[in-house]
């Protein structure tokens, strides 16, 4: 069983910046395709970006192509969410996500695991 947990959330200001970490364990990290989601108060679960498990290939949702990176590193089995000049549209929950069958990573249909959640909050 793979157990994801997230960590690097916190407050943050406007056009500041956090790295979001997710360490994985129970499983072999460079078969799977991992991603980060995020859910605000009253609303769906999104797609944030997704890094694929061959090759490393990246895709981002629209709103955070520009500001935000996601990266993995397979020696440490962990996936980082970079995230730079933060909005106040940012705060939500954010949740990484891993599965063997990620294609492209938008869905999270795509996932077996997913994490228990880090906070990020953006004050104006």
């Known amino acids: 069983q793979v157990q994801l947990v997230e960590s690097g959330g916190g407050m943050v200001q406007t056009g500041g910046s956090l790295r979001l970490s997710c360490v994985a364990s129970?499983?072999?990290?460079?078969?799977?395709?991992m991603g980060w989601f995020r859910q605000a108060p009253g609303k769906e679960r999104e797609f944030v970006a997704s890094?694929?498990?061959?090759?490393?290939?990246?895709y981002a949702a629209d709103s955070v192509e520009a500001r935000f990176t996601i990266s993995r590193d397979n020696a440490k089995n962990t996936v980082y969410l970079q995230m730079n000049s933060l909005k106040p549209e940012d705060t939500a929950v954010y949740y990484c996500?891993?599965?063997?069958?990620?294609?492209?990573?938008?869905?999270?249909?795509?996932?077996?695991?997913w994490g228990q959640g880090t906070q990020v909050t953006v004050s104006s």
């Open positions: 129970g499983g072999t990290f460079s078969n799977y395709g």
């Open positions: 996500a891993g599965g063997l069958r990620v294609s492209i990573g938008r869905q999270d249909n795509e996932y077996d695991y």
């Open positions: 890094i694929r498990r061959l090759f490393g290939n990246t």
